[in-house]
């Protein structure tokens, strides 16, 4: 699933990210993360996933 952005949100216990991020999620947005960090985040990778796949 080359294709999927997948990020994740909230409480997740930190010996986990690294672990997830492996399995192929992309980000981790934790518990005080800015709604711009996200949102900047998902601009930047959606536009370059799908300017990538033209």
Do not use: T, Y
């Amino acid at each position: 699933m080359e294709d999927v952005l997948v990020v994740f949100g909230g409480v997740i216990p930190e010996r986990d990210i690294g672990p997830m991020k492996e399995m192929g999620v992309r980000e981790v947005f934790g518990p005080g993360s800015s709604a711009e960090a996200f949102i900047g985040f998902l601009r930047a990778n959606v536009r370059e996933r799908h300017f990538a796949a033209e």
